[in-house]
């Protein structure tokens, strides 16, 4: 099943349901896919553009979220976690911790790093393998760790 029949059933549940926070995190799902098959380019929609789009619409909401709460707005910033909890259980389970960081020595292993200096070949191949299974910005610290 694709992501979209999933979001699509999905939809239907809430729906019935009458569950709004659910349906507020599909919807925007829901409009993210529409968006990206319409955007003119032609590409179709793997399930690698599927992951993609999904950390997107959870690395908006979270920009959006640490805005709400430096601002003392609460009520938003609830809305924005809830949303990003329902769209995160539509993302692949994320390499986090021990995993993540066995998984950057073999990459690092693999391009032959040993410095600080070999930090691009080590980053571009890590995003490559990683795509939509760990989090960027932690990919970098444990590479900048595991290299100095």
Not at 85 to 114: F, N, Q, S, T, W
Not at 122 to 130: E, F, I, P, R, S
Request: no cysteine; glycine share 6%.
């Amino acid at each position: 099943m694709t992501l979209e029949e999933k979001i699509n059933k999905d939809l239907v549940t809430a729906m019935k349901a009458k569950d709004d926070v659910s349906l507020r995190g599909i919807r925007a799902i829901k409009s993210a896919i529409l968006l990206a098959k319409t955007d003119g380019s032609g590409n179709a929609i793997d399930e690698a553009r599927e992951v993609q789009i999904l950390q997107k619409l959870v690395k908006t909401r979270q920009e959006s979220l640490d805005i709400y709460e430096k601002n003392n707005r609460p009520e938003l910033a609830e809305k924005e976690r809830e949303e990003i909890e329902v769209i995160k259980r539509y993302l692949p389970a994320m390499l986090e911790g021990a995993d993540l960081e066995a998984a950057l020595r073999e990459i690092i292993a693999e391009v032959g790093a040993e410095s600080a200096k070999d930090m691009g070949k080590v980053m571009g191949a890590a995003n490559k393998q990683l795509a939509g299974k760990a989090d960027g910005r932690a990919i970098s610290d444990i590479v900048k760790q595991l290299l100095s």
